[in-house]
């Protein structure tokens, strides 16, 4: 791995964050993951674990519904302004700066760990970050994160139309890349499976976000509501289904200790 100092990627970040990745898709996505995370709330007790929080969004959001949880960040300056947003809002939340793959608490002192957009593929060591995750879960305890996916439909795609060789060759041979400064691992569904299971967990159920839609694609509002509305119905339908639960931009993954 190129030598990259992934905290001071994300402090430089931090500033602009909130209003840097905001486009339709990327709002479709968010709608996707709090869907699924409110499916796994009923009946929870004890702590929520928010890794890779960032500005605190869900950390917020799920501190306001009245959880216990906390936010944890590797970047100190996203954690400042997690910080900030808490405390203007009224809320009392812890806020940890630490790396995922050395988690600073106790075996089994977690009822849920979240992780959305995709912070464990920025993590070189993820196989520990696995077996870490699963150690401060609760026996029965739950993960759910979203993670890149390697073999995300349109991705191959665009890179195979446009005749992009240099890609497809290179994206063939490894599941890593450096885009924009940032050192990406790009998990299969099935590799994401064995890595859960090899960590320990009983249950590991991985499927697609993003399966027809693009983070980036550029259209006009009117176009893009209704190729959201449409594409992400039949997203809605399918998301779990063999083929198609592998072929997201973005892998989901609901993990059970």
Wanted: with cysteine; charged share 25%; aromatic share 12%.
């Amino acid at each position: 791995m190129p030598d990259i100092n992934i905290p001071k990627y994300y402090d430089n970040l931090a500033s602009d964050y909130d209003t840097r990745l905001v486009n339709p898709q990327l709002d479709y996505m968010r709608t996707v993951e709090d869907s699924v995370l409110s499916d796994n709330l009923e009946d929870l007790h004890g702590i929520i674990l928010d890794v890779g929080c960032g500005t605190g969004k869900q950390t917020l959001d799920l501190a306001g519904q009245g959880f216990d949880v906390i936010g944890l960040d590797i970047s100190s300056e996203m954690i400042r302004i997690a910080k900030k947003k808490a405390e203007d809002a009224g809320l009392s939340i812890p806020f940890v700066i630490a790396s995922a793959d050395a988690l600073p608490f106790k075996e089994g002192c977690m009822s849920m760990l979240i992780s959305m957009f995709c912070a464990y593929s920025h993590i070189p060591e993820y196989d520990h970050a696995f077996r870490e995750m699963h150690r401060v879960l609760v026996e029965e305890g739950r993960v759910i994160f979203t993670i890149v996916n390697r073999w995300n439909l349109n991705w191959w795609l665009r890179h195979t139309l446009v005749g992009n060789r240099d890609w497809v060759r290179h994206a063939l041979k490894n599941r890593d890349f450096v885009i924009d400064g940032l050192w990406t691992y790009y998990f299969s569904r099935n590799e994401l499976k064995r890595k859960m299971k090899g960590a320990g967990f009983q249950k590991a159920r991985v499927g697609s976000v993003m399966i027809f839609l693009y983070p980036h694609l550029q259209r006009i509002e009117k176009d893009a509501s209704l190729y959201l509305r449409v594409f992400g119905r039949i997203e809605n339908m399918v998301r779990w289904i063999f083929p198609f639960n592998g072929l997201g931009y973005y892998l989901l993954a609901i993990c059970t200790k």
